[in-house]
């Protein structure tokens, strides 16, 4: 599914003042590099604009206004379910959060095609947050959101680059089928009577066509990240991807990443209470720049 000309990157389709922008909630639509629209959403971060000063506790190296994370949800997700709104709560107190839906995804235009091209979606996001004055952006993802914050992290695009990375309950390697639920997910994704699941059941509009070619796969970036700080976090209780992953991760890292294994998580934002969201906002917010 990788279609386009490489390495170029669409800008957003507003232009706002940096300096006031910023400190407003908007939302607006973004464009990528191949024409998709992107449905992102910015919060300023109320703990740290309204007190000038990180939260009690906050380990950060810069000033808090220089800081966004963006969050990179995962599949069948959008920037308006809970559990997403959920999670950039929780970051809002350690930065600035930018949140998006992933094409064929909520309110974006397009379709789903599983990690590949929505490197361009991540992207454009990233971009939106350095064009509203934020000169350090962390990326943070969830299940197919964490393998492409890999990927795009491993790609150092010039003005839409990351400062730090996280990547939560995210594959080591593609077409994995060895628990039940990604026995089902890939069912979804490669039958069209899944694909009209996908799409009235779940609000998930999934591409038809296979990769081609097949994009690298999260180990095979995970090299390519350094010196960016890199964070994989999973849960011992994932059903979807067992310890393997996470470990071929940190292993690929070469001693570069750190690795959080959490006794009794499960898989991805449901499953990311806000204690570990918390500790997950303070990582980027003192590692990024």
Do not use: C
């Amino acid at each position: 599914m990788s279609t386009g000309p490489a390495g170029h990157m669409a800008r957003s389709t507003v232009r706002p003042n940096a300096e006031t922008a910023r400190r407003r909630p908007s939302r607006t639509f973004l464009r990528t590099v191949d024409g998709v629209t992107i449905d992102a959403a910015y919060d300023p971060g109320s703990a740290v604009y309204d007190t000038g000063r990180p939260p009690s506790g906050h380990p950060a190296s810069g000033h808090p206004k220089d800081l966004a994370i963006v969050v990179a949800h995962g599949f069948t997700g959008d920037l308006e379910r809970p559990h997403v709104r959920r999670v950039a709560g929780v970051l809002a107190r350690y930065a600035a959060v930018v949140t998006f839906s992933f094409r064929g995804h909520g309110a974006s235009g397009g379709r789903s095609t599983v990690g590949d091209r929505e490197v361009d979606d991540l992207a454009v996001a990233v971009r939106w947050a350095r064009e509203l004055g934020h000169s350090r952006v962390a990326t943070v993802g969830f299940s197919m959101g964490g393998s492409v914050v890999l990927r795009h992290a491993a790609q150092h695009r010039e003005g839409t680059h990351t400062d730090a990375v996280v990547a939560v309950s995210s594959p080591a390697r593609w077409f994995y089928r060895g628990t039940a639920p990604m026995r089902r997910l890939h069912w979804l994704v490669t039958r069209p009577e899944g694909r009209l699941v996908g799409r009235y059941g779940l609000r998930t509009r999934i591409h038809h066509r296979d990769w081609d070619p097949v994009p690298s796969s999260p180990v095979e970036s995970v090299p390519l990240i350094a010196p960016t700080p890199l964070l994989v976090v999973h849960g011992d209780r994932d059903a979807y991807f067992p310890l393997d992953h996470p470990r071929m991760l940190a292993d690929a890292a070469s001693g570069h990443a750190e690795l959080w294994l959490e006794r009794g998580m499960g898989h991805a934002e449901h499953a990311s209470d806000d204690e570990l969201v918390a500790r997950i906002g303070a990582w980027a917010a003192s590692r990024a720049g």
